[in-house]
Nanobody, 121 residues
Framework: VQLQASGGGLVQAGGSLRLSCAAS????????MGWFRQAPGKEREFVAR????????YYGDSVKGRFSISRDNAKNTVSLQMNSLKPEDTAVYYC???????????????WGQGTQVTVSS
């Protein structure tokens, strides 16, 4: 599956952004979808994941209560709604696809190209 992330940009602290990830192929619904982020000089960090049907979600502690992940299997898309953004949310955000349930980047099979999110203070 090929993934294309979009929606990043520059936003002030406290603001919101919505990231989208479009997937190609007919097997999108077979994959657990995740969002990760990587800030300069830091390791790639788990942000959120959503199960195949869209019912099960799981979030990293740093974004819990502020971010929301969703998917539309009919449109082959997964989204990340980011609210109450903080400067420490600044990073390149990646969508990824996994056949299992994981929060570890190494377990994800397919990756999008990343989209930059910058939060100014």
């Amino acid at each position: 599956v090929q993934l294309q992330a979009s929606g990043g940009g520059l936003v002030q602290a406290g603001g919101s952004l919505r990231l989208s990830c479009a997937a190609s192929g007919r097997t999108f619904s077979m994959y657990v979808m995740g969002w990760f982020r990587q800030a300069p000089g830091k390791e790639r960090e788990f942000v959120a994941r959503i199960g195949r049907s869209g019912i099960s979600t799981y979030y990293g502690d740093s974004v819990k209560g502020r971010f929301s992940i969703s998917r539309d299997n009919a449109k082959n898309t997964v989204s990340l709604q980011m609210n109450s953004l903080k400067p420490e949310d600044t990073a390149v955000y990646y969508c990824a696809a996994d056949r299992g349930l994981s929060t570890t980047p190494q377990q994800y099979d397919y990756w999008g190209q990343g989209t930059q999110v910058t939060v100014s203070s």
